[in-house]
Structures are given as structure tokens and as C-alpha cells.
């Protein structure tokens, strides 16, 4: 069965520092791969997404992943956190089909100023 | 530009009330819809998924109903709610977006749902 796991259900980090948040996927085919951010009271948005090509994705807000087929995973990187990057980010994998976006369980974003 | 409409954005139901939340999609023609639940410190949930006008999947078993009546508009409801109903729904869809064209997934602004 396909998963998502996500690392650390909250994450704190200080303004400026590294941004590293966790994701690996169980799956016997390559998956498409998402991160999406959600603000409070607010829908989905996305960050970035990997389907095919190069590995190293840059995403919108300075957001970065890198998909590590050997690992099975897809941690989302930041240089240097914002106080506006706090939010709820969401790591999600598809592979194709009308009903297959799999969530993980989301991560909480803390900036500490 | 690929945009989802989702109302109310707010909602206080009192239990054993109907429900009816609403969802249109601009942008996209024949998009596959899906209504998504998010319970508080929780992930999200699929709930149903549709693939055309009237076909409704339900991934979950519960007192909720979903219907298609137009190809972008998809609705979430219930004859009576439950306690365990509240939470943050949201809408989604997937196909390929205009102006520029690209599949992927665009989410609603969502509706937080209490019910009490």
C-alpha cells in the first residue's frame, strides 16, 4: 500500500536558520511527488512538485526538495527561515489516476524570532 | 486562471442539521473533484472523488453524501450531522489548467464546519 510519512508533526526553527522538513513515501513505482503549505483557515497551496527530470526542484518562497529515489524520500529545504513561513506544510505523493493524491499527516512550522 | 470557489467559509451547525457545502471550479474543463476532511492535529482525508457528471466514489463510509450535478460543480452534504463531522473541509480538483496549460491539483480556500 502507498504511504507518506511525515517526520516531526511540529517543527522549530530560529529566523535565518535551516529549513528541513521530512518525507518519505513507500512505493513500489515512482511516484509524482508534492509539498504543499497551508496557512491558517486557508486552503492547499503549492510549494513545489517532482514528476520527472531533474531531481532537485525549486519551488515558490526560496522552497527546495530533492527527491532521493534510493531513499524514498522528498525533504523539503529552506536556507533561512522567515517568520512568514510559518504554516502547516503537507508532503503528498500520486501516481496517476483520478483518486490517488496521498497526503502525510502534515508538519507544523514554528519560525522563533 | 484556475480558481475554486468554496462557500461557506464558516459554518455552526447544530447536531441532527442537513448540511450542503458547495464547490465550483473555474479554469479547467472535466476536471476530476475531490472533497477532502481535515479533523483538527490531523491529516487530511479523502473523502469522495469524481471522474465526470453523477460518478461519485466514496473512500470513506459515514452519514456525508457528494454529488456532481455540473462537470464543475461539486457538492459535499449530510441529512444529519454528527459531532465527529466537524473539521476543515476542503475542495479540490485536478486537470489541466488554462492559461497556461498544465495538469495538477488546485485546493479551495476550504470550510471550517463545527458542529455543536
Known amino acids: 500500500a502507498q504511504s507518506v510519512t511525515q517526520l516531526g508533526s511540529h517543527v522549530s526553527v530560529s529566523e535565518g536558520a535551516l529549513v528541513l522538513l521530512r518525507c518519505n513515501y513507500s512505493s513500489s513505482v515512482p511516484p509524482y511527488l508534492f509539498w504543499y503549505v497551508q496557512y491558517p483557515n486557508q486552503g492547499l497551496q503549492l510549494l513545489l512538485k517532482?514528476?520527472?527530470?531533474?531531481?532537485l526542484v525549486k519551488g515558490i518562497n526560496g522552497f527546495e526538495a530533492e527527491f532521493k529515489k534510493s531513499e524514498t524520500s522528498f525533504h523539503l529545504t529552506k536556507p533561512s527561515a522567515h517568520m512568514s513561513d510559518a504554516a502547516e506544510y503537507f508532503c503528498?505523493?500520486?501516481?496517476?489516476?483520478?483518486?490517488?493524491?496521498?497526503f502525510g499527516t502534515g508538519t507544523r512550522l514554528t519560525v522563533i524570532p | 486562471s484556475q480558481t475554486i470557489h468554496q462557500w461557506p467559509a464558516t459554518l455552526v451547525q447544530p447536531v441532527g442539521s442537513p448540511l450542503s457545502l458547495e464547490c465550483t471550479v473555474e479554469g479547467t474543463s472535466n476536471p476530476n473533484l475531490y472533497w477532502y476532511r481535515q479533523a483538527a492535529g490531523r491529516g487530511l482525508q479523502l473523502l469522495f472523488y469524481s471522474v465526470g457528471i453523477g460518478q461519485i466514489s466514496s473512500e470513506v463510509p459515514q452519514n456525508l453524501s457528494a454529488s456532481r450535478p455540473q462537470d464543475r460543480q461539486f457538492i459535499l452534504s449530510s441529512k444529519k450531522l454528527l459531532l465527529s463531522d466537524s473539521g476543515f473541509y476542503l475542495c479540490a480538483a485536478h486537470g489541466l489548467w488554462l492559461p497556461y496549460p498544465q495538469y495538477g491539483y488546485t485546493f479551495g480556500s476550504g470550510t471550517r464546519l463545527t458542529v455543536v
Open positions: 517532482y514528476t520527472t527530470g531533474a531531481t
Open positions: 503528498a505523493v500520486s501516481y496517476g489516476g483520478a483518486n490517488n493524491l496521498f
